[in-house]
Each structure stands twice: as C-alpha cells, then as structure tokens.
C-alpha cells in the first residue's frame, strides 16, 4: 500500500524558513517522481514543485521560485521542502504527492505563516 | 502557462442524479488529465487518470472523457457519499494546473 507521511509544518514568521520532510513507503521510492501540492485554506489546489527520480529535473511554480526548493533522499525514501522566506500567502496545507501525473497523495501538513 | 477552467463551480444535486462537471484547457494537452475528488478536511483522491481511465477502487458510476482541450467528469447516478468538491489536473506540461474545484452539494 502507497504511503506518504508529511511532517515538519507548524507556526512560522514572516520571512522565516521551514523544511517539510515526506515518508514513503509502500512503493520503490526512487523509481518515481514526487510533487508537493498546497492548498490555502477555503481555496482550491496549487501545484508547486515537481522532482525527477535522480534530482536531476525539478520544476517550480513561478511564485516560490527561487524561495522554495525541491529535493529527496532515496536512501531515506524520502522528499522534502525547504521554504524560505514565507510569506501570508504561504499559508497552506501542502501535500507531498507521487509522480508528476499525481497519483496518491499524503494527508497534508499545515504551514501558517503569520506574526 | 496552461489555464483550465472548470464549470459549473458549485451544483446542486439530489442522489439518483446524473452529474456533469467540465474543464477546458487553454491549449491542447493530449490526455494528459486526470480527475480528483476531495472531502472536507482530507487530501484529496484520484478518481480518472489519462482523461477517461477509471482509477483502482473507484465505482464505475465515474467517468471521464475528452481529449485535447475539453474535458468531462460524469457520476451517473449520485450517491450520498459524493458529495463533496472535484478538480481536474493538466499534467501536460509545466507548470501543472489545476481547474478552480466544482463543490457538489446535496439539493
């Protein structure tokens, strides 16, 4: 059975920086690529980032450019988020997520960016 | 960047009923969609991938259809437990869109 366990959200500054971690399990992990969704409360789904199975392409939304980055360990089985520089409009479950076609999904972990 | 809109944004709907939800894409992406269920509260689901393939466990009241720019999620014949808001995906190209939700909700 596919598992994605999101971890690592919480109460953040503005400014500040925060790193969600993603546990896979259940599938060969760096055979895949893997996804980061978010979705601010009341609102819809926002895809944000995309890395390939050896890190070698990864893909960004134009608004975390260059705030946000993308990477994995597959020894680990696992994906991750660094975000610096938070901003309000930040604030988000974000959900890590498996393939670029997105195909499972993790159960979310909550970013509030706020003073 | 690829836009898509979905329609209608919300619907009422009584159980028994056929429910029709669309997303158009700005351009052409093949079949490169997929559909997605979400309750409140919980990550979402896939229910179609590849525009029309039903995904593993999903009831076969669901369909999808279409090919390059439109596109159709049909639930044949409502249930209680459908109630709830759905998306669709372009996985075409990047960055990946998603439709603005349809919320369905009990008439």
Request: hydrophobic share 30%; proline share 4%.
């Amino acid at each position: 059975e596919v598992q994605l366990v999101e971890s690592g959200g919480g109460l953040v500054q503005p400014g500040g920086s925060l790193r969600l971690s993603c546990a896979a399990s259940g599938f060969t992990f760096s055979s895949y690529w893997m996804t980061w969704v978010r979705q601010a409360p009341g609102k819809g789904l926002e895809w944000v980032a995309t890395i390939k199975e050896d890190e070698s392409e990864k893909y960004y939304v134009d608004s975390v450019k260059g705030r946000f980055t993308i990477s994995r360990d597959n020894a680990k089985n696992s994906l991750y988020l660094k975000m610096n520089s938070l901003r309000a409009e930040d604030t988000a479950v974000y959900y890590c997520a498996r393939q670029t076609t997105v195909d499972y999904w993790g159960q979310g972990t909550l970013v509030t960016v706020s003073s | 960047d690829i836009q898509m809109t979905q329609s209608p944004s919300s619907l009422s709907a009584s159980v028994g009923d056929r429910v029709t939800i669309t997303c158009r894409a700005s351009q052409g992406i093949r079949n490169d969609l997929g559909w997605y269920q979400q309750k409140p509260g919980k990550a979402p689901q896939r229910l179609i991938y590849a525009a029309s393939s039903l995904q593993s466990g999903v009831p076969s009241r669901f369909s999808g259809s279409g090919s390059g720019t439109e596109f159709t999620l049909t639930i044949s014949s409502l249930q209680p437990e459908d109630f709830a808001t759905y998306y669709c995906l372009q996985h075409n190209s990047y960055p990946r869109t998603f439709g603005q939700g349809t919320k369905v909700e009990i008439k």
